[in-house]
Every structure is written in structure tokens, then in C-alpha cells.
Nanobody, 123 residues
Framework: VQLQASGGGLVQAGGSLRLSCAASGRTSGSYAVGWFRQAPGKEREFVAAVNWSGRSTCYADSVKGRFTISRDNAKNTVYLQIMSLRPEDTAVYYC?????????????????WGQGTQVTVSS
């Protein structure tokens, strides 16, 4: 499975972005997908995940109410809508797929990773 993340950019605080993760490869539509982010000098952290059908989602506490993950299996694409951006949301955002989806922890051990897309929020 190959993953291609896009949609990052430079935005002002309070703005919004929609990130996309396009998947290709064998049975790519049957995997759970997650978003992670890594800020400068920090470890990569879980942000959100969606199960294969799109009916179950999981979010990190820090993004609940501002981030929405969704998927369109017909397009093999998972989206991350980000609202009310804050400077602390600045990071490289990665999408990942595979592994076992968990309704509490999201996607602890994905099998596949895409390249990141940079999100920079100015104050």
C-alpha cells in the first residue's frame, strides 16, 4: 500500500485546512487509516484514526472538537479536516494505514506510512 499525503500549508491561527491521504495498492480500501504529526524537537504523536468502513473514529484529546477524520473508499482517500488552527498544531502530518484499529487508542501500530505534509500555523 502506498500513501500520499497532501494539503498542508501556511495558515494563520484560527484558520482551517483539509489534508488528504490518497492510498493505492492492493486492497488499500480495507485498511484502517490514521493521521499522526511530529512537531520540531518532539516525538511523533497520534492525531486521529478511522476504521476501514468509516463508521468508527478516534481522536487524540488535544484535537477533539477541531479535527475531523473521514474517508471516501470509492476514491481511496482519507481526509483530515482541521479547524481553528493553533500555533501548536504546527507539525509535519503523516498518514498511516494497516494494523489493528482500536476505538480508544486509534492505530497504535500501522504497517504503512506515507510521506508527511507540512502544516505551519502563524500566530
Amino acid at each position: 500500500v502506498q500513501l500520499q499525503a497532501s494539503g498542508g500549508g501556511l495558515v494563520q491561527a484560527g484558520g482551517s485546512l483539509r489534508l488528504s491521504c490518497a492510498a493505492s495498492g492492493r486492497t488499500s480500501g480495507s485498511y484502517a487509516v490514521g493521521w499522526f504529526r511530529q512537531a520540531p524537537g518532539k516525538e511523533r504523536e497520534f492525531v486521529a484514526a478511522v476504521n476501514w468502513s468509516g463508521r468508527s473514529t478516534c481522536y487524540a484529546d488535544s484535537v477533539k472538537g477541531r479535527f475531523t477524520i473521514s474517508r471516501d473508499n470509492a476514491k481511496n482517500t482519507v481526509y483530515l479536516q482541521i479547524m481553528s488552527l493553533r500555533p501548536e498544531d504546527t507539525a509535519v502530518y503523516y498518514c498511516a494505514a494497516g494494523g489493528r484499529y482500536n476505538v480508544v487508542s486509534g492505530l497504535p501500530s500501522p504497517d504503512y506510512w506515507g510521506q508527511g505534509t507540512q502544516v505551519t500555523v502563524s500566530s
